[in-house]
């Protein structure tokens, strides 16, 4: 999926920050607590390695929905895509 999305014409401009803050939960109801609003509060999520470690390595328990949050600041606006080559689901981003 990466070497696909990064080959000409597109070009690698950046890799995520390795340490993302981070939810699970077993009911599914993420969107519905407002999980991806941008404004949400993560302050008392927990904060995880996402490609340095694996999640069981963190003591973390991989079977739930799984909710991870980050901010990036994109220097020239225009074209861009994100690509999560390990996505289950869907990733929802906010702009």
């Not at 407002?34 to 509060?41: L, M, P, R, V």
Request: charge should be negative.
């Amino acid at each position: 999926g990466g070497r696909l999305a990064t080959a000409e014409p597109n070009r690698l401009v950046a890799v995520l920050p390795d340490r993302w803050k981070f939810a699970s939960e077993g009911a599914g109801d993420g969107e519905l607590r407002g999980f991806t609003a941008a404004d949400f509060d993560d302050a008392k999520w927990k904060t995880v390695a996402t490609h340095s470690a694996t999640l069981s390595g963190q003591g973390v328990d991989s079977n739930a929905v799984l909710w991870y949050r980050t901010t990036i600041t994109v220097e020239k606006p225009g074209k861009l895509a994100l690509v999560f080559t390990e996505v289950d689901a869907a990733a929802p981003a906010v702009w």
